[in-house]
């Protein structure tokens, strides 16, 4: 069974940063793409960035410049570098991984982590 495990938010001051990281284990044969959403109170759940197994990056135009997604693929691992932030940079982070296993045949999955929250308030 495949598990993502998140770590790394918290209570942040405007204009602080925080790393968040998300963690896959368990039969993985490969990881394609590894991404960061999130979703903040009344609002629906949006893509932050996303990253390619060959390091291609994508961003949501809100955190460009401040934000930066990487990968170990070595531990399976994505993290989120996030800098000056805001207010509303303040929601529950979800990790998201797109990844295959095999099953009698390799098959492509998608998961969710648990979330964490990123709260940034004086």
């Known amino acids: 069974q495949v598990q993502l495990v998140e770590s790394g938010g918290g209570l942040v001051q405007p204009g602080g940063s925080l790393r968040l990281s998300c963690a896959a284990s368990?039969?993985?044969?490969?990881?394609?793409?590894m991404g960061w959403y999130r979703q903040a109170p009344g609002k629906e759940r949006e893509l932050v960035a996303s990253?390619?197994?060959?390091?291609?990056?994508n961003y949501a135009d809100s955190v460009k410049g401040r934000f930066t997604i990487s990968r170990d693929n070595a531990k399976n691992t994505v993290y989120l570098q996030m800098n000056t932030l805001k207010p509303e940079d303040t929601a529950v982070y979800y990790c998201?991984?797109?990844?295959?296993?095999?099953?009698?045949?390799?098959?492509?999955?998608?998961?969710w982590g648990q979330g964490t929250q990123v709260t940034v308030s004086s």
């Open positions: 368990g039969s993985i044969l490969s990881i394609n793409v």
């Open positions: 990253i390619t197994s060959g390091g291609s990056t």
């Open positions: 998201n991984v797109d990844f295959t296993k095999f099953e009698r045949a390799i098959r492509r999955y998608n998961l």
